[in-house]
């Protein structure tokens, strides 16, 4: 009896999604739609004369749950008059990485092309952790955070360097998992050992 009562009591407490069940709002995206979006310039190189919006207008959120947690899933980065380039991976678990397709039309890719083009003989071939920022492009993103996985392609349509981008996306798969447990000893530094 007293193992019912403290069910029940846990239960009422549980959060209201629980309760009520209705499921939590992740903000999903909606997969095979072309958007459009806008980033601008690095929040470290400012412009005397406008505003300063943090990190607020470099970042791509495929999600209302990794806007959340601050977890995006494409950057704009550029040092002062630097290269300007993309990166995925935001924080030290993150294993995401890109993929430079070139000059391929992004309304013609379908989910397989993620593991590259058949009709592609690039020398650039191959998954980085950021690549550089080139008009016309289309690139790959493949997510693999520690609960988010999924992929999804962008193309730059208009750059102008060291200001702003617009850029069309289109996302193919996107999943939130709950991670139960994660094998011990992860280090970026570690080598294999017999």
Known sequence: MKFLLLAASLLLTASPALVHNKPRDFGFPELHKIQRITL?????????????????NQMLFLSSYSRQRNSPELLFFAACSGPEYFTSATSGDQLDVLYDFGAVRLDGLIASDVFGLSHTTSAKAGFRQDVKVQSGHTYAVLINKGDIRGFFFFQV???????????????????????????????WDKKSYY
């Not at 349509?157 to 939130?176: A, T």
Request: proline share 10%; with cysteine.
């Open 157 to 187: 349509v208009n750059y102008v360097p060291n200001q702003k981008l617009d850029l069309e996306y289109v996302v193919m798969d996107y999943s939130i998992y709950h991670v139960e447990q994660i094998a011990p000893g992860f280090d």
């Open 40 to 56: 601008s310039r690095s929040y470290s190189c400012p412009v005397p004369t406008e505003p300063q919006q943090g990190y607020a």
